[in-house]
C-alpha cells in the first residue's frame, strides 16, 4: 500500500500491471502529504507562541503553571512576565496549498525533559531551533542533537523588543551554523513569519535528503 502511495505521482509499474491509471491516483491535490517538524530552542524562545500563531486546530499545549519547585531550574530573566512552562510539548497543525499538511511538535526546552527528544522527533522531516540573541547559548543542546542525528534544521532568530537587531551572518558566525544550514531572522507572533520558517525547513529538507 505504501508502494501506490509514494509513487502515486510517478505512475508505479505496479499500477500499471494493475489496469489503467485512474486519474484521482496521479492528482496531487487528491493526496495530502502530511509531514512532521520539530520546533526546538531554548526556555522561553517562542515555541509555544510559534506553533500557536499559525495552527489551525486549537494548539495542544501541556503548559503547567510554574511553581516554586521549578524557580531554580528555569531561568526567568529575560521572560519576567511568564507564568507557565511547557512540560512535554506543543502540537499543532497547518495545511499550506491544501495539500501539504505540516504537524508541528514544539519541544520542551527544560534539559530535564530531554529523555522524550528520541521519541518526539521520530519521522520528523526537519527541525526548526529557536535562537533568542539576548540568550544565544540556549540553543546549543538543540543544535548539536540535530547536528548529531543527521536531521535537517533551520535556525530561527525570534527577535524580541528591544533586543539588539542582528543579520543572519552575525548569528551564523556566532553560532558557528554550517554554510548549508539557512538562519532567518522572524518573528514567532506572526503567522507569515511563521510560514516563512516552516517553508525554509520544508525546502532545506529536500534539498539535503538523497534522492
Ligand atoms: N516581544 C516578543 N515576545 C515574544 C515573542 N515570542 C514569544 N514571546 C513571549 O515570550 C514568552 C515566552 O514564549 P513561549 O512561546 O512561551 O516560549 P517557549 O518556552 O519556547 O514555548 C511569552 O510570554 C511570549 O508571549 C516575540 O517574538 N517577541
Ligand atoms: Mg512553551
Request: proline letters at 6%; aromatic letters at 8%; charged letters at 25%.
Amino acid at each position: 500500500m505504501d508502494s501506490v502511495v509514494s509513487d502515486a505521482v510517478g505512475v508505479s509499474p505496479l499500477l500499471e500491471e494493475e489496469g489503467p491509471v485512474q486519474p484521482w491516483q496521479t492528482d496531487r491535490t487528491r493526496a495530502p502529504i502530511a509531514t512532521k517538524i520539530v520546533v526546538a530552542g531554548g526556555f522561553g524562545v517562542g515555541k509555544t507562541t510559534l506553533v500557536t500563531a499559525v495552527s489551525e486546530i486549537t494548539p495542544l499545549q501541556t503548559e503547567a503553571l510554574m511553581t516554586e519547585a521549578s524557580e531554580e531550574h528555569d531561568d526567568l530573566t529575560a521572560t519576567p512576565e511568564k507564568l507557565t512552562t511547557t512540560v512535554a510539548m506543543d502540537f499543532g497543525r497547518l495545511t499550506l496549498d491544501d495539500d501539504l499538511v505540516l504537524y508541528l511538535f514544539g519541544t520542551p526546552g527544560q534539559q530535564r525533559f530531554w529523555f522524550m527528544w528520541d521519541d518526539l522527533v521520530r519521522g520528523a522531516i526537519g527541525a526548526v531551533v529557536m535562537a533568542d540573541t539576548r540568550r544565544l547559548k540556549d540553543c546549543f543542546p538543540a543544535l548539536d542533537y540535530f547536528e548529531s542525528c543527521g536531521m535537517p534544521y533551520v535556525v530561527a532568530v525570534n527577535h524580541f523588543d528591544g533586543s539588539e537587531r542582528f543579520e543572519p551572518k552575525d548569528v551564523r558566525e556566532a553560532l558557528t551554523i554550517p554554510a548549508h544550514v539557512p538562519v532567518m531572522i522572524m518573528d514567532a507572533r506572526r503567522r507569515i513569519s511563521v510560514i516563512e520558517t516552516l517553508l525554509s525547513v520544508v525546502g532545506h529538507a529536500l534539498d539535503v535528503t538523497p534522492e
